[in-house]
Every structure is written in C-alpha cells, then in structure tokens.
C-alpha cells in the first residue's frame, strides 16, 4: 500500500516522525507528526500525558521504557494515523518497540556523520538506522527519504513535534 | 502419712475440655488417705489452627493506551506560483542545507491572541519559512535577508500588526511578499494597500517586482473610473493613497467592500485620531489590518494610540504610560534596528559641517534676529507660536542664502564637497526644507547636473528624475524636499547625503538619510548636516539632539519623554523667551 503511494510521486508520499516529551510536572507526552514530500504537516497526534509510579518502575524495571513508548504511546498514536507514510522515523530508541505493534517500516534518526554509520545511511547529515525487521528495505527507504531531505532536514520536524507537546503541557 | 499411692484407675474422668477441637483427659490424682488432690483447670486457651487471609495490595499496570489527541491539516499551505512566475531573472531559494550548525531558520509562531490549542499547534506544526517557500518554488527577485523572513513570519499568522523596522530594512518587500502567501494560500483575496499618494508608483514597482503573479489595480482618476476600479471584483490587490481613500470613504461604505487585509505604508500618516485621514482607515470593513512605519512614536506615545485605533482598536489609550503602552503592543509590533540585523550593512559616517557665515550674511541674520526678538518682547504675552515658528523660519532661509545679497556660505561648502563626489564618479542627495532653496540650488549647481525631487512636482515628473539620475552619468545630484523625498524612495546607489537644512523631527531626517543607506547600499553612506555656526540652527539641534531617542525609548519598553520634535515650549527658549502661559486643563 504504502509502495503504491510512493510510487505515485510525491503528492502521495508522506513520512512519519514519531518522538515523545518528557514533563517532570505531567509525565510522558507522545507525538506523532505525519508531513508530505515537502515537509508540510498532513496529521498530528498527540497523547494525554502518561505518569509512572515508583512501584511500576521497580516493577517494570529495565522492560518499561520498551513498554511505555513503543505499546502504549507508540502504539496508540499509529493507531490513530489515516495517511499511510512510506516509513516512520523516531528519534528515541525506546520507541522502536513500537515495531510489533505497527506494519509500518520503522528507523531511528539521529544526526551524526558518515562514519558514524553502524547499521545504517546518510541522508543529508542525518543518520538514519532501519529497524531489525526492515533492515531489507534500506535502500527503498534511503530513496524515499532523499526526496523528503531536499526539502527538510530529517531531524527537524521533531522540534516541531517536541514545540507542539511542549504547548500542550503548558495548556 | 500422705502419699500417692495410685496413679491411674481411680474413678470416672473429669470433664473433658476442649482445646482447638482435640479432646484429651487430664489423669486423676489420688493421694494416700483418701485425699484427692485435683489439679486446678487450666484457663481455657485456643491455639490459631489457620492463618488469615493476607491482606494483598494491587499494582495497577499501565492504563490500556493514553487518550489521543488528533489534529488533521485540510491543505498544506501552497505557495507555488503558476509556471509563467517562475522564470531566469528572479532568484529561487536555494535547496535545503540542513542541519547542524545552520542559522535558526525563521518560524511562524503563533501571536498570544491565538488560543485554541488546535490553532496554535496549526502554526507551531508548520515547517519554517524558507522551507516552506522553497517546496512552493517561490520565486524572489533578490534572495531576502534571514531577518526578512522573521517579518514575514511575523505578519502572516497575524490580523493586528505594526511593522516598525528602521528604515531601509526592506518594510514593503517584507508586506508584499506576505501578502503573496496570502493570497497563494488562499487566506487572502482582497487586500488593499494604502500609501501616500507620492509613493503609489514605488509601491506599483515594488509590487510588480515581488509579486509579479498578483494583478494590481491603482485606484486613481475621476469618480467614476474609481468607483469602477473599486468594484473590480477578481483583482486580489487594490492600491490607493490616503487622499483617494478619504474621498471615497462613502463610496467604499455604498459599495458595501471588505477586505481581508487592509495594509497601511507610512501608518503614522494616520496618528491624529481624530483626522478624517484616521477616520476613513478605521472605517474600512477588513479582517487584518497591517501597518508599516519606521517612525511608529514620531511625536509623541500618542501617535502610537492613533495607529492602533486602527490595528487594534482598543489595544492602547492615551492614558497609559509609555511602559504600560509597551507591554500592551509589545506582541503586535516587530522592530528591527540596522545595527542589530544588519551586520553586512555598509556603514554610514555622521558628520556635522559647522558653516561661518560670511560677513554680509551673518550681518543679515544678526539684524533678522534682533528686529525679531524685539518684536517678540514688544508683543510680550501676546506673542504667540505662530510669531515665533514665523521668525525661526525667517532666519533659517537666511542661514541658507542671504536674503539680502544671496551669498551663502552652505552653497559654498556643498559646491566644493560636490566636486569631490562627482570627481570620483559618485552620486549625491540634498535635501531641504523649502522648494524654493532647491530651486536656487539647482541654478547654482548646474555643473553637476542637478535634478529635482518635490512636491511640486508631478509623479511621472518625479519617476523620470529618480529614472535620469540613477541610470545617467550627467547627474551627480539630486535635490530633494524633506516632505516628498524623505519617504519609500529606494536611491541606495547614492554614497553621499547632504541635509542643507535641517527639518523640525529628527525622525524626518533619518527617513532622509535611509533613501540612501539602506540594503544594497553599494559602500559607506557618508552624511553631512550643514549647521550655520552661533545661529538658531545650532540651538535647534541642542534641542532635537535632547530628545532624539523617545522612540526608541517607547519601543524597548522603557518610560521616556512625552515628545521627540520641536514644542511650543522648545520654540520660545530658542529665544530665551518664556511661552505664553495656558488655560487650566
């Protein structure tokens, strides 16, 4: 489905960057931000912030970050999306547990430089690593992003994401 | 004797207790001489057989999944021009150089007025500008500058604005290329842009020049070609001067128009409340209303009341101090100062040329004055302002050219300063208070080529002396009025600006420097004030120099003066004389 729309051209490709906020007062924001070809917003998600205890800590321990981002906020917000994006990028590690819960491909962005490529490739100065499970579909993913990158820098819309959660905190 | 002579067998047992449900008997004592010693019964006690139920606390997991919030964009926002917009000449943005150690880009943030969460997540989702208008290809005649970006930002996502950038900076390309977003994203079909009437052409230019897609209608002529140019239904930009719109300010009401943007140039044309110029703007049905000056606070805070009746009516009222004031615009006005944007910019070197007056001219304005001042303490408490400004301007003509023998020290000094300018192949402004001045200047200096620049004048007049002087080598000199010259000319190609004379705001003034040293400005804009020496032109400047900084006081929000220009009071000490005394308030 989401080939088909790529291969449409660019007004059907959509990219979608998933990424949360952490707020001492309320708790854990989650975001997710779906933009076309050109970097212009098609649908944001945002969730109602969500507070751990201590218990739960101890009680989740090393298993609730994976837990927390990728089922619960993760999940939720895919869930709500309607435009299908080509791939879903996330800047934060946790939020790649996300993967079981969702069919879309999934990779971590992070600004780095070219030797800093481990599993991965360079889009503009953004380092971009797929998932395990869509480690085969690199080279289609790196293609799709470079169409995105002409127009934004791949780790932008996560401020813009970050900008918005941090207005709904102070709401 | 006593003894135990038999333990067991004696006889039937004693009730039997209980205890915890098992039964057992307690032997029977039986002691020698037929005593019986029975053991007492014990109390009676239980032993917990079971334990209870445990009190057990539960952890609640995580709740299911967060409640989510959804926000759907309809149309991102467009800003590609059609096909034929997009040719060689204007420069397109340049592709994305992202990342890391890149200038902050400039974003549209949502104005304090813009509540609703979903509205400001609207703005806040956007990409920033430059990314958005390199996706639309956008093309621009010259690449803006970063902080030009920053105005647009600023304009767009508001409907009360004051533009208040220093001169020079770019006010009408940062209003034009907003207004384009505008209507390419179909926020904005009808706009009108309102100027003085000295500046439709340059505004006609400028917008050709940035908005080459959008049509353009000049609204000019006879009533009935205004009222059919007002009624033009599929023109997105109207462009009138303030004189038309008051005339038309009936036909505007019976033609029953609104406007989705209503923009102001020089907005401080309307500081006076109670102007019918005031009246006509503020009556204009619109839903945003943008103004554009470099002199918001030309005056007094009070101009600044004027321009927010009409940009935000209400907002402000003469009654605040200038710091209450400033908190109360400080979300709706952006001011930018060359010295703080504009790093690239050439610099500009002041210079006051101190003028001794020769012998027969400094003896006509001795007599000028004393016959003045005399006539002054004569007239003692019925002397009003009209008598004194009469007498300042008396003796400022004879400061330029000597009334009686028409020599002029000035005229000597701009000569010898011109032949250098024109030696090296630059070009000069000259400005002046008066018409006629400009007239005995151009017979004067005929061997530069002097060419006129006034009120008196009409436009296409006007056009063809800015066109001759920029593109001939035969004109090194353009002599200018303050009233005319001192706005929205754009004559950065000139190095050297002279103020022959000087005018009663220092703000005019800097409007006049700035036709010069402004963006683009090829290298430094040198600017020489002529001041005749021990005359009241060197006590006008004590003054204005005094008070120069109220606007700027009131834009960095701190308390200042109440006036930046010359008062009634100002005008009496220039003579040591005291003002007349006034009614009680």
Known sequence: ?171 | MTGIDQLGDAGPLPPVRSFGGEAFALPRIVVAGGCELALPVPPALRLPVTLPAPVVTSLEPLPPRPKVQSHFFSRPVDVAPPAAALGDGPQHLAPAKVCRGEARRARIAPPKDVVKLSERFFYLLQPDLETMLRGGKLAFPRQPFPFQFEGMAFLLPRHSAVLADEMGLGKSMQAISSIRLLVRSGEARRVLVVCPKGLVSNWARELADWAPELVVAVIDGDPARRRWQWSLPDVPVKLANYEVLVRDRDLVAELGLEFDLVVLDEAQRIKNKSSQTNRAIVSLDRRRSWALTGTPVENSADDLVGIFEFVDPGQINDRMTPKAMAGAVTDHILRRTKDKVLTEMPPRLDRDARIELGPEQRETYRRAEEEGVLRLADMGREATIQHVFELVLRLKQICNFDTATGESAKLERLTAELEEVQASGRKALVFSQWVETLGRLRENLSAFGPLEYHGGMSTTARDEAIRRFKESRNHSVLLLSYGAGAVGLNLQFSQYVFLFDRWWNPAVEDQAINRAHRIGAAGAVTVTRFLSASTIEERIDEVLRRKRDLSETILSQADGPASAGLTADDLFSLFELAPPRRAAA
């Open chain 1, 1 to 171: 489905m989401d080939v088909q729309r790529a291969e449409a051209g660019l007004e059907g490709l959509s990219f979608g960057f998933l990424t949360t906020l952490e707020s001492a007062a309320h708790g854990l924001f989650g975001g997710y931000l779906v933009v076309d070809a050109l970097g212009r917003p098609l649908e944001f998600h945002c969730t109602a912030p969500v507070k751990v205890s201590r218990a739960q800590q101890i009680l989740y321990g090393p298993t609730l970050h994976g837990h927390l981002h990728g089922r619960q906020v993760g999940g939720a917000l895919l869930a709500e999306g309607k435009v299908t994006p080509a791939v879903v990028l996330t800047d934060n590690d946790a939020m790649l547990h996300v993967r079981p819960h969702t069919h879309l491909p999934l990779a971590l962005v992070r600004r780095g430089a070219a030797e800093q490529i481990a599993a991965g490739f360079l889009v503009g100065e953004a380092v971009v690593s797929p998932h395990a499970e869509d480690a085969a579909r690199a080279d289609e993913l790196e293609a799709r992003l470079a169409t995105l990158a002409a127009a934004v820098d791949l780790c932008e819309p996560f401020e813009r994401i970050r900008a918005a959660l941090d207005e709904a905190a102070r709401h």
